[in-house]
């Protein structure tokens, strides 16, 4: 009996003890405001040029809206087992997951997608002295560099060359944000240097049915694949990092879509990103420089391709110890070949400022303009090409 007693109290020891050595942690932020937006949108050939400007209670202009978990659990050893899921929230919206696109054309949301929009969500390994591992839906190299050298910290408003968002919360169109299906990997800093890596793969093969049924399929291949590579440098107060990756989309329409400077991937294209960044910190001020790429060629033809490439530069300090502020300023030209070969050249601009409340409640203000020159309207280059856009917002950002 004393021996199953002292059984029984040694087991209960050990589950409370494996218990203690894991923890879950929830966190978050919601962002809202006054948001307003100024457009100059181009001509087409079914409507002439036109002006559209838009004044709302808005969400997301500085960081957007999230709500997320993350965990670790210590396995021994100095390995460690991690997991993060986290979701974007549409505080305004009906539904804090979003709502229908009735509700988007009535100007009641943001979110035309309904339902909880996954932002990132894997499960990894790490190891004391090597680095770690993770799969699932997780931010691309270029990204999580990008988050490290912009002086707007990507937020969601127009006027930067780097993160070119509208307001709205969606991704950027300079480089895919992230992706899924995706093994990542990361070294630990070794003598100032920080290697990652990442690898997507989704494919499908099937073969063709039922030819004389309107849902017959044309049977083939249906792939979607990609690859990254990043490389981070920290020396005192400097911290440079190059990166690179590579989308490759593949299947049996025979038609190339390859649209450049949106957050549309296309269709039968290699989608080849580059980003080299850098800051420097002054002490009263930190400096900001930063360079992107992303050319998108046809797979079945390797002449027809559209390009946008950029720089920028920009500051941030502390004016006091709770009003900080940043500023940016770039440059950057569409390219392509193939559908009239046009060209276009752009410049943003951005201003704005923090007033810390507290380490987790701000007020903000921020400003933002984009213009665009006249070229041939085409959909190799993005919509709103010829065109340009301001856009202000105030608001409060709470982070938990």
Known sequence: MKKSLFAIAAVTAFAGAAQAQSSVTVYGILDVGYVGTNLRLPATSTAGAYKQSSNTLGQSAESTSRLGFKGTEDLGGGTNAFF?????????????S??????????????????????????????????????????????????????????????????????SGTTTGAYTVRSNNAVTAQTEVMAGFQASAMYAINNQDRTQ?????????????????????????????????????????????????????????????????????????????????????????????????AKRSGQQIGV????????????NIGNGR????GAGSPTSNFNSWQLGTNYLLSKRTNLYAIYGSTSTSSSTTTPLLPSGTSAGASQYAVGVRHTF
């Open 209 to 305: 049915y039922d030819t004389n049924s309107t849902a017959a399929s044309a049977g083939g291949n249906t792939n979607n694949t990609g690859w990254g590579l990043g490389l981070n440098y920290g020396w005192n107060k400097l911290f440079a990092t190059a990166n690179y990756q590579s989308f490759k989309s593949e299947n049996n329409t025979g038609v190339a879509s390859i649209p450049a400077g949106s957050a549309n991937y296309g269709s039968n294209v290699t989608d080849n990103q580059t980003y080299v960044g850098a800051t420097y910190d002054f002490g009263i001020l930190k400096a900001y420089a930063g360079w992107v790429n992303r050319k998108a060629t046809s797979a079945l033809d390797s002449n027809n391709f």
């Open 84 to 96: 993060t899921a986290e979701f974007q929230l549409y505080p305004q919206d009906g539904s804090l």
């Open 316 to 327: 941030r300090s502390f004016i006091t110890p709770t009003i900080e502020g940043w500023a």
């Open 334 to 337: 569409y390219t392509s070949f």
């Open 98 to 167: 979003g709502s229908a696109l009735s509700s988007v054309t009535t100007g009641t949301s943001a979110n035309s997608y309904g339902g909880l929009q996954n932002r990132q969500t894997f499960v990894g390994l790490s190891k004391k002295g090597i680095g770690q591992a993770a799969i699932g839906t997780q931010y691309t190299p270029i990204h999580v560099a990008v988050g490290k050298t912009d002086p707007g910290q990507q937020n969601n408003m127009v006027g930067s060359v780097i993160y070119p968002a509208n307001g």
